[in-house]
């Protein structure tokens, strides 16, 4: 679904990734892990066609991404930033209706067919009862689910999130890693998230991929643990924990 063939990517002469070759899968579900400044964001941005300052390719369900016009691309991946979204006023069905941009006619307007998609999405993420609630009202979980509810009525076989779980408490943490599980799983999508959870990275996903710079170490969850390299990311003191 999304390759990486002979990537490299940095910023202000500093090198983050080098020579970088992996892939992603469909119906999986991947963390993207390292520690703060070594690029996950970067990369993420890259994949999601917001960054050119790279070497190498990235591929796209077959086709180099810059190849892909922006139109395409919003047909084939979504990306859910960092960012909170509280726009005064607005609506969560109004929030999530953006995501149908792609798709809807020349001057913009949705066909009761997209309306249909917007509250199935909401209601894949449990928020259908706040269709009618504005964003400036409710909690950072309440907003990240709707936030996935417009990647979802977007209708790509791709997500990206950074940082998906920041600022959520534990329980919202989990609830959340558990719905994008379920997503790639039952939906058949490909699902790459950053975050700092080293937990909730190793044991709720089917793969992990760290940065450790100029290096990505992509592998199976169960490999991954087994293989030590998780140690780097712990202090000296907590290099005995089993996460």
């Not at 992996?22 to 999601?48: C, M, P, Q, V, Y």
């Not at 607005?90 to 066909?111: E, H, L």
């Not at 950072?140 to 209708?155: K, S, T």
Request: proline share 5%.
């Amino acid at each position: 679904m999304i390759k990486l063939i002979d990537l490299s990517i940095g910023f202000k002469c500093r090198n983050l990734l080098s020579d970088v070759t992996t892939s992603f899968k469909e119906a999986t579900l991947t963390s993207l892990i390292g520690r703060n400044g070594t690029g996950k964001s970067t990369l993420l941005r890259a994949i999601a066609a917001l960054n050119p300052n790279y070497t190498g390719s990235i591929v796209l369900d077959g086709k180099d991404i810059r190849t892909i016009g922006p139109a395409a691309i919003a047909r084939k991946l979504a990306f859910v930033s960092t960012q909170r979204t509280r726009i005064p006023s607005m609506k969560c069905v109004d929030a999530v209706a953006i995501g149908r941009a792609p798709y809807t006619n020349w001057i913009g307007r949705m066909q009761k067919q997209d309306e249909e998609i917007v509250m199935r999405s909401l209601t894949e993420v449990g928020m259908e009862s706040f269709a009618g609630r504005t964003l400036d009202t409710m909690s950072d979980g309440e907003c990240q689910r709707v936030m996935i509810a417009r990647a979802l009525a977007q209708d790509t076989p791709v997500i990206l999130l950074d940082e998906p779980t920041s600022f959520l408490d534990m329980p919202g943490r989990y609830d959340l890693v558990t719905l994008l599980s379920r997503l790639a799983h039952d939906r058949g999508k490909c699902i790459l998230f950053s975050t700092h959870e080293l937990d909730i990275a190793t044991r709720m996903c089917d793969e992990v991929a760290m940065i450790d710079t100029p290096f990505l170490i992509h592998l199976p969850a169960h490999d991954f643990i087994a293989s030590g390299h998780l140690s780097r990311l712990l202090p000296p003191q907590a290099s005995g924990l089993s996460l």
